[in-house]
């Protein structure tokens, strides 16, 4: 393995949220008089932090989402997880290559501490995220695109930029793991590649990750 570190996004990377959270966050600012596609979802929000989605609406409308916003929205995909979610096929078995070989890996995800942990409890996936491996836009000042986030995480890891491999599937991870510094991993299972360029690979079965980050 050629990295110190490998950092994965959450949401549609480790558990395959994006179809369930993006079908219910189009209906509810559609709801809220701000109408939006699942598509028009997936493009502008995908992979952003909560704070994007409240900033892009006032920008367009001049209109500022209810204070509520953030509870409700959390309430009804918190809802929708605990019926429906799935690790992202594939995943465990990347995630126990890493372990038995000794390299460490964590989560640093656009989501609250409370959607990644509903997530990953959801999906089993908690067993394998130690204490203190996961990482949240909440922890930074700035979500992706900015790099703080990733930065973040790998300060906290103890492991230099350059030394971590970050494995993404939104544009706005890409950037910001570029910002940072680090070699990024396109997971193109939903976003076609040429919306993801400059990484050092492309995947669209998490089978194929491991040889990646071996190089």
Known sequence: MRYDLVVFDNDGVLVDS????????????????????????????????????HDLVLERTGRRLPEDFDDTFHA??????????????????????LKREGVPYCVASSGSHGRIR????????????????????????R????????????????VAPERCAVVEDSPLGVQAAHA??????????????????????YFGDMGELGKLLAG
Do not use: C
Not at 118 to 141: K, N
């Open 18 to 53: 994006e179809p369930l959270s993006n079908t219910l966050l189009a209906a509810y600012l559609t709801e809220l008089g701000h109408p939006t596609t699942y598509e028009d979802s997936i493009r502008d929000f995908m992979g952003s932090a909560m704070h994007r989605i």
């Open 76 to 97: 009804r995909v918190f809802a929708a997880f605990e019926r429906e979610l799935q690790p992202v096929p594939g995943v465990v078995d990347v995630l126990g290559k």
């Open 118 to 141: 509903v997530g990953h409890r959801a999906t089993g996936l908690d067993r394998w995220f130690a204490e203190g491996t996961v990482f949240s836009a909440e922890d930074v000042g």
């Open 143 to 158: 979500g992706k695109p900015a790099p703080d986030l990733f930065l973040y995480a790998a300060e906290r890891m103890g």
């Open 180 to 201: 940072a510094g680090m070699e990024v991993f396109a997971f193109t299972a939903m976003t076609p590649a040429e919306r993801l360029p400059g990484a050092e690979g």
